[in-house]
């Protein structure tokens, strides 16, 4: 017996949904409403399941958008996407892994949705634009030029993430170790002079409310970790396709922490303490495309 194309391909629709809205929960809501529909196709009339499939999740993303785009500007404090546990095996597809990173994610936030539902579909799952016009409702021609424009929009905004994952870890490793210690100063040895600091606790717990940089600033902060929270466990993970960091406390996951690494340093930390981004941390993610 044939396996469904929807359970062939949940994987990947849940990865297309998760790119156009960073968040796993309306994700996995918005893959639910494609089966749901799904279920009510004639399948003989489907030449292309794959294509009808991310077709029918790409729109019902679009529509979730346009709720969350008035709900995040309600949202107190930076927000910041919700966090995938992953495995390592996802950062052996170098591009992949850098789409589904909190960088590039938080780098689409600042599409339009249908400049994101054009870049993600094309440039992350290399759809035709003939595809993606009659997804997005625009002509070929629109929708190359949209893709354009949303190309340099990324391009101007994106951190660079170094695709050396064996320097990547290393770097990672020494942060969380300065973190875990007070280490100022190797703290400010592996910091990026115009490093980032973003942290999300969605008015939830406690978190700056606004981004810190500089790497003075952003080292000192840090250094305090271990005297403001000497209960916390500092540990490592992999998030999004990349090494990562998480804190402990009592038992439980706080924080949730994500680099951008380039030229040996860290260029910017997000630090995810939503309790509800923080929820689906327990088990690994299967993203695809």
Known sequence: MTEDPFITHRSLLFTVAYEMLGSAADAEDVVQETWLRWAGVDRAEVRAP?????????RQALNRLRTLAR??????????????LTSPDVAEDVE?????????????????PAER?????HEVFDLPFADIAATVGKTPAAARQIAHRAREHVAARRP??????????QVVDRFLTAVRTGDLQVLLDVLAPDVVLVADGGGEVA???RPVTGRDRVATLLSRFRTLAP????????LNGAPAGRVDHGGAIDTAISLAVADGRITRIYAIRNPSKLARLGEEAALSR
Do not use: H, K, N
């Open 117 to 121: 539902a054009v870049f993600v579909l």
């Open 50 to 58: 794959r294509a009808y499939l991310i077709r029918i999740v790409t």
């Open 207 to 209: 978190a700056v409310r």
């Open 160 to 169: 660079r993430i170094a695709v050396d994952r064996a320097e990547q870890q």
């Open 96 to 112: 992949f892994a850098e789409s589904v990173s909190i960088a590039m994610l938080t780098v689409l936030e600042t599409l339009a």
């Open 231 to 238: 209960d916390a466990v500092v540990g490592a993970m992999w």
């Open 71 to 84: 709900r995040r500007e309600e949202y107190v404090g930076e927000w910041l996407p919700e966090p995938l």
